[in-house]
């Protein structure tokens, strides 16, 4: 009977979540998946799109007056 009881709570212990909710879950999943490069680099290409449109209609400004 003991050593049923004991099966049982390490059983219990088993399946006890390290984390205090799913938010904190989450988090440590999307960490863990940028460690391993799913995400890939972040990409300036709108920054630099956006600074090349406004050199050219600078340009054009320029150019007409």
């Given at each position: 009977?003991l050593?049923?009881?004991?099966n049982a709570?390490?059983?219990?212990c088993?399946l006890?979540?390290?984390?205090?909710?799913?938010?904190?879950?989450e988090a440590?999943?999307i960490r863990?998946?940028?460690e391993a490069?799913a995400?890939?680099?972040?990409?300036?290409w709108?920054?630099?799109?956006?600074l090349?449109?406004a050199?050219?209609?600078?340009?054009?400004?320029?150019w007409v007056?």
């Open positions: 009977m050593a049923l009881q004991l709570e390490r059983a219990g088993a006890a979540c390290t984390f205090s909710s799913s938010d904190e879950f440590a999943v863990a998946r940028r490069g995400f890939g680099p972040r990409r300036q709108r920054y630099a799109a956006g090349s449109a050199a050219a209609v600078l340009a054009i400004l320029i007056s």
